[in-house]
């Protein structure tokens, strides 16, 4: 099995704004990721309890990734039960968030590096 380790895209002006940080001894924009997150049937027994356990996993995040800045979370139906976006110019530390989801939040996850379609675009 082979393991590597994907360096965040640099963007510019997006949706979630800007934000310049250093990566490497350079100036960089903070990348924006996608946390797609499906609940394990396990992970409650009454959906009245999931409340509880997105604040614990929240307050995990919040305390253990202070590098990942949270933008917005929307609840999907599809392959998907939670998608999560989030900024930072430390994959590390969303590489640790998205397990924590999967720790604490009892789900299988999948990240992915967005960048705006402008920024997109000029790159081609």
């Not at 998907?80 to 530390?93: G, H, K, P, Q, R």
Request: aromatic share 12%.
């Amino acid at each position: 099995m082979v393991f590597y380790r994907a360096i965040p895209l640099k963007h510019t002006f997006g949706p979630l704004g800007y934000n310049k940080k250093l990566l490497f001894g350079k100036e960089m924009d903070m990348a924006t990721y996608i946390i797609l997150s499906k609940l394990s049937a396990e992970a409650f027994d009454d959906p009245k309890e999931f409340p509880r356990i997105a604040r614990t996993v929240s307050a995990k995040i919040k305390s253990e990734c202070p590098k990942v800045k949270w933008r917005q979370s929307y609840a999907v139906t599809g392959r998907f039960d939670v998608i999560d976006i989030v900024e930072s110019n430390d994959l590390a530390s969303v590489e640790r968030a998205a397990m924590i989801i999967r720790a604490y939040g009892r789900a299988g996850t999948e990240t992915l590096v967005a960048t705006p379609w402008a920024d997109f675009l000029k790159s081609l």
